[in-house]
Antibody, heavy 122, light 110 residues
Framework: QITLKESGPTLVIPTQTLTLTCTFSGFSVRTNGVGVGWIRQPPGKALEWLALIYWDDDKRYNPSLKNRLTITKDTSKNQVVLRMTNTDPVDTATYYC??????????????WGQGTLVTVSP | QSVLTQPPSASGTPGQRVTMSCSGS????????AYWYQQLPGTAPKLLIYSNDQRPSGVPDRFSGSKSGTSASLAISGLRSEDEADYYC???????????FGGGTKVTVL
C-alpha cells in the first residue's frame, strides 16, 4: 500500500525559506523509474506543478519557480524534501506531494498525499 | 494562467452525458499523453485517466478520455451526484520539461 504525507510549517513569514517534507511508504525512491513530485494549489485556484525528483537523482523544476526551489531525497528515511526560498503571500497554497507511476506515463501522479496548507503572511 | 485551457464549468442532470475539453499545443498534448484528475471538494486530486484513454483500476467505465491533435476530452456518462467535482487535465510538456495542468472544469450536477 502506497501512502504519502506532507509535513511542514503552516505559517511562514514573507521572505523566509519554506521547507516541506514528504514522508512515504510502500515504495522505494531507489527503484528504477520512480518519481516523486510536488504540486501546489492556491485557495480556489488550479493545480501547479513545482518540482519532480527521480530515482537516479534527476531533478526537474517548474521554470517559473526554478531559482527558488530545491528538491532532494533521503532514501534511508523514505523522504523527499522541497525547499522554497524568498516566500511571498502568493505562495499561500495547499502543497501536495505525489508518486508518479512510471507505467502510466510521465505525468501520471497515481498516489497523492493529503496536502498541507501553508500560509505566507507577516 | 494555466498552460492547458479548460472551460471553467460544465453541468448536467443525473443520468446525462457531460463532456469537457482541454486544449494544449504541440509541446504537450500534441506529442504526449493526456491525463485527467478528479478533485472532490476538500480532497487531494485522484488520477482518473492516463495515457489519453486508460482508466486505473477502480475508476468506473462511465469516465472516458480521448485525444485528437493538441486537444483532449473527458466524458462522463450516466452522470451521478457524486461526480460533482473539479476535473483537471494534464500532460507532459517537452518545452518546460515537466508536467503541466489545465485550469480545471467544475462539474455541477443539477
Amino acid at each position: 500500500q502506497i501512502t504519502l504525507k506532507e509535513s511542514g510549517p503552516t505559517l511562514v513569514i514573507p521572505t523566509q525559506t519554506l521547507t516541506l517534507t514528504c514522508t512515504f511508504s510502500g515504495f522505494s525512491v531507489r527503484t528504477n523509474g520512480v518519481g516523486v513530485g510536488w504540486i501546489r494549489q492556491p485557495p480556489g485556484k488550479a493545480l501547479e506543478w513545482l518540482a519532480l525528483i527521480y530515482w537516479d537523482d534527476d531533478k526537474r523544476y517548474n521554470p517559473s519557480l526554478k531559482n527558488r526551489l530545491t528538491i532532494t531525497k533521503d532514501t534511508s528515511k523514505n523522504q523527499v524534501v522541497l525547499r522554497m526560498t524568498n516566500t511571498d503571500p502568493v505562495d499561500t497554497a495547499t502543497y501536495y506531494c505525489a508518486y508518479r507511476l512510471q507505467n502510466f506515463g510521465p505525468a501520471a501522479f497515481a498516489y497523492w498525499g493529503q496536502g498541507t496548507l501553508v500560509t505566507v503572511s507577516p | 494562467q494555466s498552460v492547458l485551457t479548460q472551460p471553467p464549468s460544465a453541468s448536467g442532470t443525473p443520468g446525462q452525458r457531460v463532456t469537457m475539453s482541454c486544449s494544449g499545443s504541440s509541446s504537450n498534448i500534441g506529442n504526449n499523453y493526456a491525463y485527467w484528475y478528479q478533485q472532490l471538494p476538500g480532497t487531494a486530486p485522484k488520477l482518473l485517466i492516463y495515457s489519453n484513454d486508460q482508466r486505473p483500476s477502480g475508476v468506473p467505465d462511465r469516465f472516458s478520455g480521448s485525444k485528437s491533435g493538441t486537444s483532449a476530452s473527458l466524458a462522463i456518462s450516466g452522470l451521478r451526484s457524486e461526480d460533482e467535482a473539479d476535473y483537471y487535465c494534464a500532460a507532459w510538456d517537452d518545452s518546460l520539461r515537466g508536467p503541466v495542468f489545465g485550469g480545471g472544469t467544475k462539474v455541477t450536477v443539477l
